[in-house]
């Protein structure tokens, strides 16, 4: 199994990016999928997950509303799109599959 992060960048407050995930090694259409973010001397925090049922979707409260996740099952890729990009954004953000077993090695956003 691995999962590649990009996507990341330097962006300024209310700006938007668009992150990957590209998977191999498994089924991907067949598992639900998680984003989870750490922030500098903070622990991780869920920010949104897929289930693999439906293609049902949930983001934490704190994100809502600026956070979309989706997937292209023919590309084996998972996406978090974040929107008005706010300053306590910054942070690794990891993506991490059904168990958290696997996960990728983070790509950097900062918003400053």
């Known amino acids: 199994v691995q999962l590649v992060e990009s996507g990341g960048g330097l962006v300024q407050p209310g700006g938007s990016l668009r992150l990957s995930c590209a998977a191999s090694?498994?089924?991907?259409?067949?598992?639900?999928m998680h984003w989870v973010r750490q922030a500098p001397g903070k622990g991780r925090e869920l920010v949104a997950q897929i289930y693999s049922a439906g293609g049902r979707t949930d983001a934490a409260d704190s994100v809502r509303d600026r956070f979309i996740i989706s997937q292209d099952n023919a590309k084996n890729t998972l996406y978090l799109q974040i929107f008005s990009l706010k300053t306590e954004d910054t942070a690794v953000y990891y993506c991490a599959n059904s168990d958290f077993r696997y996960w990728g090695q983070g790509t950097q956003v900062t918003v400053s």
């Open positions: 090694g498994f089924t991907f259409s067949s598992y639900s």
